[in-house]
Structure formats: structure tokens, C-alpha cells
């Protein structure tokens, strides 16, 4: 398995925009499929997002359109570009690997905070 640390959270205006990355330590290219998944206060982890190795994307509906999922493999690095945010998006964000043979693994999310 992997280890993953996310980076890029913070406190943004509604409207405004972040980029989440996702850093691999080991190799990601050992990685079938990576996603961002999102949990707020009170609420179940949701999955944002996802990519595999051939770079096919699927988001949720909620996100559609505003949010992008990458991935640099030259970088060991996942990214979430997410704009025109909303208040309902304020969550922490997790990443996470999944191989199909040795498992899930996750980062220990980033807070992502929408606010005026």
C-alpha cells in the first residue's frame, strides 16, 4: 500500500476556487483507481471524485462541472481543481488509492472551509 498526504485546504469566499493535491510516497503507477472523498459535520464520507490509470474520470452530480480531478504520475501527485465554490462544499476532503489487489489507502484529509 501507499501512503498519501493531502495539502491545499483552507478558507475560501463562495465564488472562489482551491486546488487539493494529493502526494504519493511509492509508486503510482501500482495505484488502479484514486479519488477525493469528502465528509462533512454530521454527515457520511461521500466520493467526490475519481480517476484511474487511464485517466477516466466520473465525479458526483453535485460537482459536476465545477470540480476537476487529475493526476501527474511524472509528480506522484493527484490534484482536485475545484471552483466556484459553494458554502454545501465546506467538508474535509480525503484521498484516496485503491489497488485491486492489496487494498484502500487514505490520507488524513484537509479542511476545506466555504465562507463569506
Known amino acids: 500500500q501507499v501512503q498519501l498526504v493531502e495539502s491545499g485546504g483552507g478558507l475560501v469566499q463562495p465564488g472562489g476556487s482551491l486546488r487539493l493535491s494529493c502526494a504519493v510516497s511509492?509508486?503510482?503507477?501500482?495505484?488502479?483507481?484514486m479519488g477525493w472523498y469528502r465528509q462533512a459535520p454530521g454527515k457520511q464520507r461521500e466520493l467526490v471524485a475519481i480517476i484511474n490509470n487511464r485517466d477516466s474520470t466520473n465525479y458526483a452530480d453535485s460537482v459536476k462541472g465545477r470540480f476537476t480531478i487529475s493526476r501527474d504520475n511524472a509528480k506522484n501527485t493527484m490534484y482536485l481543481q475545484m471552483n466556484s465554490l459553494k458554502p454545501e462544499d465546506t467538508a474535509v476532503y480525503y484521498c484516496n488509492a485503491l489497488n485491486f489487489l492489496s487494498g484502500a489507502s487514505w490520507g488524513q484529509g484537509t479542511q476545506v472551509t466555504v465562507s463569506s
Open positions: 511509492g509508486s503510482i503507477f501500482s495505484i488502479n483507481v
